[in-house]
Structure formats: C-alpha cells, structure tokens
C-alpha cells in the first residue's frame, strides 16, 4: 500500500539527523556533477528541500559557478501544477506553499518546461528499476510528460528509501536514474 509505504520511509528519513542528511546529501550532488549528462546540461531542474530531502546546495553553488541555469518548481495547488521558474540565488527564496521555499514572487522568471536539459526528482521512495513513489499529490506525474521527450529524469534519495521494487500505477513517471549516496541505478528504458 502507497500510504503506508510513504509513512514508514519518511519516519526513516525523518529520523536521520542534520549532520548525516548534509553528509549524504553533499556526497550525492558530488555524483550528479560528474555525469555527462549534468556536464552537457545548460538548463538543470532541481528542487528546494524540504522534511530531510536530499539537500541539492552544493549542486546549486556548482550550477552558478558554472554559468548554467537552475530551475526550481512552485507549487500551484489549486491546478495541482508545478510552475518551472528559474532562480539566482538563494535570498531570492521565501517559504511558500507547505513552507516549502520558493521564488519570491517579485523573483519569479517562469520558463516553459521545454527548455529544461535535466532533471532533478525528488521522492518518497524509489525501486532500482526507476519506478518513484512521491508525497501522494501526483505533481510530478502531471509535469514530467510536459518536458521535451528524453529529457533524463534523475532521482536522488537516501540509501533508506530505496525499496526492492515498486509497483507504479497508470500515471507514474519512471526515472531514468536513481543516485544514492551508495549507488547509482541506471534504469533500464521501459
Ligand atoms: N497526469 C495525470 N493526470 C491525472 N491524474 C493524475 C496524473 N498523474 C497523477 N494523477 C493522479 O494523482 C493522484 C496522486 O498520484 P500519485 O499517488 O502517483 O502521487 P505521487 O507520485 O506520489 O505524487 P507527486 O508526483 O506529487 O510526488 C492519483 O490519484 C493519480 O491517479
Ligand atoms: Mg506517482
């Protein structure tokens, strides 16, 4: 069951403490900077955290440092719509919907998800195989299909909430990668 799933593991997450997830987190930015595929990246999708998600700061620093775009989601509950907006730096942040950070509104520069070269998907919990259990609002679902075909959907999440397999429903989104601080799962192409 979804929901039962999704309590036990963010009870896992949740229990690791700060200096593990900062620990963790900067070893799995070290892997994503060293991909071809980030390093070919002009446009890079990532995410702010939030609840002991994978902390992509480090892979942020690098993005600016190297000229290239970040892009973060804002939430649009009321369409259940991830809105792609680019963002600068950090000041350029306020907690927004569910205290998640998001782009001030003065500092909103949307772009259409066409544009981004790769992205970067948070979740609850993963298989090997790419299939990706989010937080249940089926935000994700609904936004990948809009990116241009082929676009690399790389999963990051702890070691702990990797699950042998997943059964994915009618409209989940597989992953084409999955990096742990442990491994990295190339996922086979469905
Ligand atoms: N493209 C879509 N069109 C219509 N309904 C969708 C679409 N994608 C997902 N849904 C519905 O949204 C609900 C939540 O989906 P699901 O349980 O897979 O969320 P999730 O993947 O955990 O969430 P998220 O993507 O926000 O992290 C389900 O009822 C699902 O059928
Ligand atoms: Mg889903």
């Known amino acids: 069951?979804?929901?039962?799933?999704?309590?036990?593991?963010?009870?896992?997450?949740?229990?690791?403490?700060?200096n593990e997830v900062a620990l963790k987190s900067e070893?799995?930015?070290?892997?994503?900077?060293?991909?071809?595929?980030?390093?070919?990246?002009?446009?890079?999708?990532?995410?702010?955290?939030?609840?002991?998600?994978?902390?992509?700061?480090d892979l942020f620093s690098q993005?600016?440092?190297?000229?290239?775009?970040?892009?973060?989601?804002?939430?649009?509950?009321?369409?259940?719509?991830?809105?792609?907006?680019?963002?600068?730096?950090m000041e350029d942040t306020q907690p927004g919907t569910w205290v998640i950070l998001e782009p001030k509104p003065e500092c909103l520069y949307p772009l259409d998800a066409g544009e981004i070269d790769i992205?970067?998907?948070?979740?609850?919990a993963f298989d090997p195989q790419g299939n990706r259990l989010g937080y249940g609002g089926g935000y994700y679902d609904r936004f990948l299909p809009r990116l241009t075909s082929g676009t690399p959907k790389i999963a990051v999440a702890f070691q702990l909430q990797i699950i042998n397999s997943l059964t994915p429903d009618k409209f989940d989104q597989?992953?084409?990668?999955?990096?742990?601080e442990e491994n990295?799962?190339?996922?086979?192409k469905s």
């Open 27 to 57: 070893i799995i930015c070290r892997h994503i900077v060293r991909l071809d595929l980030y390093k070919e990246a002009k446009t890079i999708m990532a995410y702010l955290p939030f609840r002991n998600e994978v902390d992509c700061s």
């Open 119 to 124: 992205v970067i998907v948070p979740g609850v």
């Open 174 to 180: 597989p992953m084409d990668m999955v990096i742990t």
């Open 63 to 89: 993005i600016w440092k190297e000229g290239k775009r970040l892009v973060v989601p804002v939430c649009e509950s009321k369409t259940i719509s991830l809105i792609p907006s680019l963002l600068n730096r």
């Open 184 to 188: 990295l799962y190339q996922c086979p």
């Open 1 to 18: 069951m979804k929901k039962e799933m999704r309590k036990n593991i963010l009870q896992l997450r949740q229990a690791m403490n700060e």
